[in-house]
Nanobody
């Protein structure tokens, strides 16, 4: 099992910044992709950004140029730097990690408990 502890959410004014952190512990070997998702009230959970173990990144169009995902493999931690926040960024943000084991290949998904980000206009 992998345990994920998120921190950094809160209330911020539009145009402001927040930095989310997610630390993984437990069976952390073979962690591959780390990502942030978000879910706003009445909406489906959506991918915000992801980063592979080699550093390849992917962003939702709505956050490109404003958010930056990074990871520290030595600390098993993923970060999400959020700048120029907008009211539509208000959501619960969830950390996600994927472990990949081989022979045979199988993947395991783990989720954090979520952290609230509220952007006031």
């Amino acid at each position: 099992q992998v345990q994920l502890v998120e921190s950094g959410g809160g209330l911020v004014q539009a145009g402001g910044s927040l930095r989310l952190s997610c630390a993984a512990s437990g069976s952390i070997s073979s962690i591959n992709t780390m990502a942030w998702y978000r879910q706003a009230p009445g909406k489906q959970r959506e991918l915000v950004a992801s980063i592979t173990i080699s550093g390849g990144t992917n962003y939702a169009d709505s956050v490109k140029g404003r958010f930056t995902i990074s990871r520290d493999n030595a600390k098993n931690t993923v970060y999400l730097q959020m700048n120029s926040l907008k009211s539509e960024d208000t959501a619960v943000y969830y950390c996600n990690v994927v472990r990949v084991l081989y022979f045979p290949t199988r993947t395991y998904d783990y989720w954090g408990q979520g952290t609230q980000v509220t952007v006031s206009s």
